[in-house]
């Protein structure tokens, strides 16, 4: 993780290494402090905070909040924070793919008290287990808005059995109550998900959300870690607080997408996908907008190669040939 990111929220007096236990008890002072924490069963809890009349939603694995620094959270804690949002995380601990009963009866019990009505705006965010729940579980409130970072539709073999990525996971019931993620899509104002289209399941998983509210938004070459390589970029906050904002649009996407000009990894994939289409034109001419740019002395070599083999000439002159 990023530590200079400024979207994460530093927590007071949490320095020392914290454990599982550490962790959920930190969890726990948060959610008193302004709301509340709630277990919802053995390996998964709910954490609000009351701040305003914004809601986000996230899904979020214990796993990856134990990954951070000490005192550290995911961006969408600063976010909600910075921007005086209320904020409800759902906490999964493993591939639970959030598919238990507790969950679908807190939500329930969410729904008969009518607490989405209580906000006037409902923003759900995951990405990959996290943007299935955030679509299937967004049926809760009704013209809410949904970001959903190369969510899976299901793990129903019956239905996407060509995705070989999560075969244990196979097992859970994806066929009862919120199961399959674009239905449940139904009721949100609008549904935005984010995937790179060369990734080939994850586009596939994309193309079963194909409602007329669902906005496709492509971030090619973004890699098959999509939500890391966008928190990379600093771009995450910028897309969640969009869709707050109500402003969030493929245009607006594609501009802020522009970042991956100054993403290393970004650039690397895309010289990787020419070297082995075999373009050696192409290569160069990435490498030179690069080197012109940033100090990238990979990139130097790589062209300082690519013009000493004489190749670059030689497919000069075939073309020319061609054209003639």
Aim: hydrophobic residues 40%; aromatic residues 10%.
């Amino acid at each position: 993780m990023n530590d200079n990111n400024p979207d994460r929220e530093a927590l007071p007096a949490a320095q020392p290494a914290l454990d599982r236990e550490g962790w959920l008890t930190l969890l726990d002072n948060m959610g008193e402090s302004s709301g509340y924490f709630e277990p919802l069963g053995d390996h998964h809890w709910a954490v609000f905070s009351d701040d305003g009349k914004t809601l986000l939603v996230t899904f979020d694995r214990l796993e990856d909040i134990q990954a951070n620094d000490p005192g550290k959270m995911p961006f969408c804690y600063g976010l909600a924070t910075k921007n005086g949002w209320s904020h409800l995380s759902v906490i999964s601990e493993g591939e639970s793919w959030y598919r238990d009963p507790a969950i679908y009866r807190y939500l329930d019990k969410l729904v008969d008290d009518a607490f989405f009505d209580n906000f006037s705006r409902v923003v759900f965010y995951g990405a990959e287990m996290g943007g299935y729940a955030a679509c299937a579980f967004s049926v809760a409130a009704p013209g809410s808005t949904v970001v959903a970072v190369s969510p899976r539709a299901t793990l129903d073999p019956s239905v996407s059995g060509w995705d070989k990525r999560h075969l244990a996971q196979r097992r859970l019931n994806f066929t009862d109550r919120y199961g399959y993620a674009p239905d449940m899509t139904e009721g949100a104002s609008e549904v935005f998900v984010i995937h790179d289209p060369r990734q080939t399941e994850d586009a596939m998983h994309a193309a079963l959300f194909g409602k007329p509210f669902v906005t496709q938004l492509r971030a090619r070459f973004s890699g098959p870690e999509l939500s890391k390589t966008l928190e990379d970029m600093k771009l995450l906050p910028k897309i969640v607080q969009a869709a707050a904002d109500r402003t969030l649009t493929k245009s607006l996407f594609d501009r802020l997408y522009r970042a991956r000009r100054n993403d290393g990894n970004y650039l690397r994939r895309i010289l990787h996908a020419c070297i082995e289409a075999g373009r050696p034109l192409r290569e160069a001419m990435i490498c030179r907008s690069v080197t012109t740019r940033m100090r990238a002395p990979g990139f130097r070599r790589h062209l300082t190669r690519l013009e000493e083999s004489g190749v670059l000439g030689e497919v000069t002159a075939t073309a020319e040939q061609q054209d003639a």
